[in-house]
């Protein structure tokens, strides 16, 4: 069992918003595990911790059920990035985005990064049925330019794609931009001085793993300016450490004449 001491708190947080279904937890363990398998809906929250080069980032995975609303302001609380998660074949989904998760977004920091992610890509685009090698990806910080994803062949085909037909698309690329700009001026950001859409929406597969590192890799380059200013805070203001007074705090008792 590690000691206490070595117990580091996460640098940043980071959020995962959307509806149930849409393929919150897999995208996460497709991105901690490499690996997708099939999952039930998450009740309340969990998280994962993850070591980035020097720095700790944990990764919240939020439930999408309505009666688990109300936990979703406090998840968000001082969080460095939300990633708003809809499934491309589903509208509702991006939707719901806007009607019910984005206000949970307004505990999160001020200068919190958002990204808009269409999960389940595989469904509706040929190109993400390839399964993504991430084994070359590394794990230990942020990859170099001749780090890239390798392809290799397809895996046996879900019913769907054996049958030859795709799934009908039902948000579009210029969908999940046009509510990241919503998103901007619901924030009150000046869009020519934020991230532009075209880096912070996304389209992935939590079961071909097509994006996955992409995305989590982007936010995390992303956050480090947030990681480095906190830190900076911190050893300008530093906390005290009550064990350590305890042994020269303790008042004497004066003697009598």
């Excluded at 990859?143 to 895996?155: I, N, Y």
Aim: hydrophobic share 35%; net charge negative.
């Amino acid at each position: 069992m590690p000691e206490v001491s070595k117990l580091r708190k996460p640098d940043v947080k980071i959020v995962l918003l959307g509806d149930m279904n849409v393929g919150k937890t897999s995208l996460l363990h497709r991105y901690t595990e490499r690996r997708f398998k099939d999952t039930v809906s998450t009740v309340g929250g969990a998280f994962f911790l993850k070591q980035w080069g020097p720095y700790n980032i944990s990764i919240w995975d939020t439930a999408g059920r309505e009666q688990f609303h109300g936990l979703g302001s406090m998840y968000c609380r001082g969080a460095a990035a939300v990633i708003l998660t809809y499934d491309v074949t589903n509208w509702q989904s991006l939707a719901e985005l806007e009607e019910r998760f984005l206000s949970l977004t307004d505990t999160a920091n001020h200068d919190c990064i958002y990204a808009v992610v269409g999960n389940k890509a595989d469904l509706t685009d040929p190109k993400a049925q390839v399964h993504q090698d991430s084994d070359s990806v590394s794990e230990e910080g942020p990859r170099t330019e001749s780090q890239v994803l390798s392809a290799c062949p397809t895996p046996p085909a879900s019913p769907v794609s054996l049958s030859g037909l795709m799934l009908h698309k039902q948000v579009t690329h210029e969908d999940a931009v046009a509510l990241y700009g919503r998103l901007l001026r619901y924030k009150g950001l000046d869009e020519k001085a934020s991230l532009p859409a075209d880096k912070m929406c996304f389209e992935t597969s939590a079961k071909t793993g097509y994006n996955v590192d992409t995305l989590f890799e982007t936010l995390f380059d992303l956050v480090l300016p947030s990681i480095l200013r906190k830190r900076n805070e911190n050893k300008e203001s530093p906390t005290v450490d009550l064990e350590d007074c305890r042994g020269t705090g303790k008042k004497t008792r004066s003697s009598c004449c």
